[in-house]
């Protein structure tokens, strides 16, 4: 046989090989089929192992049944962790805004999952606002701001007539709305479902700790500041979070924290309890509903207050910021002992109130109306006596 039609013969059996291994795998389920896919009710997003312990190891459920590794979330945390039914999974997706926003993003567009049904529930510790409550509180928000998306000067450099360092974008002094938007300034989340979550976590008995009572009532001497409500007992709060990748700690920026708040919500907003990655996880979700991936109307975002955003009487910001956060065991705690209500809560009724989205009667989503609605929190969008701010 000459080696042309030796060629030949070859290269027929390798064409007759491929077409059959063709007809095999046309014959194989697809694994990333609809029919395959992970469906999860509800998806669990931390930031750091610690904040995520509270879930795992319980006797509610098993959260590590089953460990999927994917290619692209935190090094330090790769794999999801799921329950055996896979209705509840968990992804930790380490501290900051970057890597909240990367990991979040993997996970979205990882073809293993389907979250078009999945309420997710963003959970963790921050330091609370003592005008708010007290230190073992947990916290619900219906708005998630980004303070930190502003123009900054050293607080020591800043003119007289100013009462903080930061600028809204596109304004020359503080206290001005911003008129150079990013998106992510302000989102606001579905009031219907945080107030049917509410009433599930307050079914939980919140614990308390001689420490922390005692850490609490040395706020009593700030009634000045309106401090009262940090010597309250932990509990179940509606307010709202302000998130930045610094640690901000301290009473002028507080108040900043504070006032910038009511400025972008149009007074709607109360600040009350810091994080870092919030923002980052909400414009991924809000960006992953846009291609109809997730529905931004099952998202909550739950904080426990670990620690005070400022200093007791006779301390000093230092002190505050760089010793013992007494309460932060007791706020992981309480974080637990509530979502736990939260999550059976959406289980046992899921036919009944949750398969289909629970109904927003308020506006959801960001300050440029992403998802093609009118913010209610821009100026002149609320009756405010005909003034805007």
């Known amino acids: 046989m000459s080696s042309r039609k030796l060629d030949s013969c070859i290269f027929a059996l390798l064409l007759l090989l491929l077409l059959l291994s063709l007809a095999v795998l046309l014959t194989l389920p697809n694994p ?7 469906v999860p009710k509800i998806f669990l997003i931390n930031s750091s192992p610690s904040e995520a312990s509270t879930w795992e190891s319980i006797p509610d459920f098993n959260l590590l049944a089953h460990n999927i590794t994917l290619s692209g979330p935190s090094s330090l945390s790769p794999s999801v962790h799921c329950t055996s039914d896979n209705s509840i999974c968990q992804l930790i997706t380490g501290k900051g805004a970057i890597n909240a ?17 999945t309420y997710f529930i963003l959970s963790g510790v921050g330091r ?22 502003q123009y900054e000067m050293d607080a020591r450099e800043i003119p007289e007539n100013f009462t903080t360092g930061y600028v809204p974008l596109g304004s020359k002094e503080p206290g001005v709305y911003p008129s150079e938007m990013q998106g992510t300034e302000v989102f606001e989340l579905n009031d219907a479902l945080r107030s049917i979550v509410v009433g599930y976590a307050r079914t939980a008995e919140l614990q308390d700790s001689d420490e922390t009572k005692a850490y609490r009532k040395s706020y009593a001497d700030r009634w000045d500041l309106s401090y009262g409500n940090a010597v309250s007992a932990p509990g179940v709060l509606e307010c709202d979070v302000a998130t930045s990748d610094t640690f901000v700690v301290g009473h002028l920026l507080g108040e900043a924290w504070e006032n910038y708040t009511a ?23 809000l960006r992953a509903n846009v291609q109809s991936l997730v529905e931004f109307g099952r998202v909550v975002v739950m904080r426990a207050g670990g620690d005070y955003d400022r200093p007791p009487p006779g301390a000093s910001v230092v002190e505050s910021l760089l010793g013992k956060d007494v309460g932060y065991p007791l706020a992981l705690r309480n974080m637990y002992l509530t979502g736990m209500q939260v999550v059976k809560g959406i289980l046992d009724n899921w036919d009944s109130e949750f398969k289909n989205v629970v109904t927003a009667e308020n506006y959801i989503g960001d300050i440029v109306g992403s998802l093609g609605e009118k913010p209610d929190f821009r100026p002149g969008s609320v009756d405010n006596g005909g003034e805007t701010s």
């Open 32 to 38: 990333f089929s609809n029919s395959t896919k992970i």
């Open 101 to 117: 926003a990367i990991s979040t993003t993997t996970l979205l567009l990882s073809p293993l999952f389907d979250f078009r049904q």
């Open 128 to 149: 609370i606002n003592p005008r708010i409550g007290g230190i073992g509180s947990v916290t619900f928000a219906r708005f998630v701001i980004q303070p930190s998306l």
């Open 263 to 285: 400025l972008v919500t149009e007074g709607q907003g109360v600040y009350c309890v810091t994080a870092h990655e919030d923002s980052a996880v909400l414009e991924v979700l």
